[in-house]
């Protein structure tokens, strides 16, 4: 199974009184956070965006909404190229479409 559409929601989450917990993923999913930090070091956006569905979207803290392949490649371009840790927190999966929600370091 591979997931069509995979939405991959990232944050930087505060935690005070309680702790999360990151969980283990599918591997149809974990190789999707495992293929992204490896793009991410790279600083190679094409491939980072070839994560995403033609109509993907990604949402960071700080940015605005975008939404569609090409336009993530054009907004990772320049970016990336350092150490980058994901976790997922939750995650679900319903035929063809999946969703990841993490965070990451």
């Given at each position: 199974?591979?997931?069509?559409?995979?939405?991959?929601?990232?944050?930087?989450?505060?935690?005070?009184?309680?702790?999360?917990?990151p969980?283990?993923?599918?591997?149809?999913?974990?190789?999707?956070?495992?293929?992204?930090?490896?793009?991410w070091?790279?600083?190679?956006?094409?491939?980072l965006a070839?994560?995403?569905?033609v109509?993907?979207?990604?949402?960071?803290?700080?940015?605005?909404?975008?939404?569609?392949?090409?336009?993530?490649?054009?907004?990772?371009?320049?970016?990336?190229?350092?150490?980058?840790?994901?976790?997922?927190?939750?995650y679900s999966?319903?035929?063809n479409?999946?969703?990841?929600?993490?965070?990451?370091?």
């Open positions: 199974f591979i997931p069509t559409a995979l939405l991959l929601l990232f944050t930087v989450i505060s935690v005070s009184a309680q702790e999360l917990k969980i283990e993923l599918p591997d149809e999913l974990q190789v999707v956070l495992t293929n992204y930090e490896t793009h070091k790279k600083s190679d956006a094409s491939a070839s994560l995403f569905t109509d993907g979207f990604i949402l960071r803290p700080g940015y605005d909404l975008v939404k569609g392949r090409e336009n993530i490649q054009t907004s990772y371009e320049n970016v990336g190229g350092g150490d980058l840790i994901l976790r997922a927190y939750d999966m319903e035929g479409i999946a969703y990841i929600i993490g965070g990451y370091t």
